[in-house]
């Protein structure tokens, strides 16, 4: 009764308003951190997929304009702990020169990759926005590898 006003930032998928008896309070979502892969291959060996019945192998293909290292196509094998063995298939390309497809199972751009694997949008809608492309069935074999997670960063500095 003494407060007249409370701000609160939390993750975008708060269940605040939900537990609240009279839900009608002021919301706002707003983006505030960025995040970047800045090696490929080295995030995909590091990455905690989630654990599966079989193995997943894919030819991912990454577009990076600003990092030409990552502007590949890698071969990804995943075993069922979800831990992923990565190679590089293309040579290193400049920037002046465009990713040659080598019939990747799946591309899209590095910003694309990094907010998926950071468990920002999930692969699903990526693909049905065409920021992810594949001809396969991998859109659902990434939905149960990549784990469900709320990107939030408490820390501000």
Not at 37 to 59: G, H, M
Not at 142 to 152: A, C, K, L, Q
Request: charged share 20%; proline share 6%.
């Amino acid at each position: 009764s003494m407060m007249s006003q409370v701000i609160l930032k939390a993750p975008s998928n708060d269940r605040l308003p939900f537990l609240l008896g009279n839900p009608s309070i002021k919301q706002e979502v707003l983006p505030y951190f960025m995040a970047r892969i800045v090696d490929v291959k080295t995030f995909l060996e590091l990455y905690p997929f989630s654990q599966a019945d079989c193995n997943s192998s894919f030819r991912l293909q990454v577009s990076d304009t600003f990092a030409p290292w990552n502007n590949q196509t890698f071969s990804v094998e995943i075993d069922r702990d979800g831990h992923a063995a990565v190679e590089t298939l293309t040579g290193k390309q400049s920037d002046a020169i465009p990713i040659q497809v080598l019939d990747a199972d799946l591309s899209c751009d590095i910003q694309t990759l990094t907010v998926m694997l950071m468990g920002y949008q999930r692969p699903s809608f990526l693909h049905s926005i065409g920021r992810l492309s594949t001809e396969s069935d991998l859109i659902e074999q990434w939905e149960h590898r990549i784990p469900h997670s709320t990107t939030y960063l408490a820390d501000f500095f």
